[in-house]
T-cell receptor
Framework: ETGVTQTPRHLVMGMTNKKSLKCEQH?????MYWYKQSAKKPLELMFV???????ENNSVPSRFSPECPNSSHLFLHLHTLQPEDSALYLC?????????????????FGDGTRLSIL | QKEVEQNSGPLSVPEGAIASLNCTYS??????FFWYRQYSGKSPELIMF????GDKEDGRFTAQLNKASQYVSLLIRDSQPSDSATYLC????????????FGSGTRLQVQP
């Protein structure tokens, strides 16, 4: 069991549906991330939240909408997705070192949500 | 040029041998380096991190960092079939408030 919990573990949805992925971290971290992992491709960073503020958006299409109500919870709202959006979506968290910057610290991953778009 | 490069493999080693996994990176100012292990269908799991040039040992794992040559490696001694997984190298993209950059991973197969 990891300190980062993602729900649901599996999701099948049609292209016109609206759904949300949820992530909760129990590690007391102050930064959270969404990644996309497609088959045989490297992890793709989607969004970064630091102290609840979005600090990075890696040119992600607007059909993906993140929400971070507090430093322990992160959501990814999905609407009108495309078949190529089928992938494993991973949430991660880390503790920012104020002096060294965000990326100095290791990230801890949740088990992911396997998303399939019909 | 990719920011973090790894040979995709598969790297096949017999049980008990040393597995050597390599990673090169392009950002000369990078300071922090991480190795993750990912089993098929599972999420990445942190196994090692290194910040300084040289070797860092943790059990059967040794991370080696050479900043001048911009490479970091992971050695796994006495490889076991349970070590069969994809190993991801992650590097911080120099200073600044940005997240880690991951390589595409090397698939390791340990043959019984």
């Amino acid at each position: 069991e990891t300190g980062v919990t993602q729900t649901p573990r599996h999701l099948v949805m049609g292209m016109t549906n609206k759904k949300s992925l949820k992530c909760e971290q129990h590690l007391g971290h102050n930064a959270m991330y969404w990644y996309k992992q497609s088959a045989k491709k490297p992890l793709e960073l989607m969004f970064v939240y630091n102290f609840k503020e979005q600090t990075e958006n890696n040119s992600v299409p607007s059909r993906f909408s993140p929400e971070c109500p507090n430093s322990s919870h992160l959501f990814l709202h999905l609407h009108t997705l495309q078949p190529e959006d089928s992938a494993l979506y991973l949430c991660a968290s880390s503790q920012e070192d104020v002096l060294r910057g965000l990326s100095n610290q290791p990230q801890h991953f949740g088990d992911g949500t396997r998303l399939s778009i019909l | 040029q990719k920011e973090v490069e790894q040979n995709s493999g598969p790297l096949s080693v017999p049980e008990g041998a040393i597995a050597s996994l390599n990673c090169t990176y392009s950002d000369r100012g990078s300071q922090s380096f991480f190795w993750y292990r990912q089993y098929s269908g599972k999420s990445p799991e942190l196994i090692m991190f290194i910040y300084s040039n040289g070797d860092k040992e943790d059990g059967r794992f040794t991370a080696q960092l050479n900043k001048a040559s911009q490479y970091v490696s992971l050695l796994i001694r006495d490889s076991q079939p349970s070590d069969s997984a994809t190993y991801l190298c992650a590097v911080d993209p120099e200073t600044g408030r940005r997240a880690l950059t991951f390589g595409s991973g090397t698939r390791l197969q340990v043959q019984p």
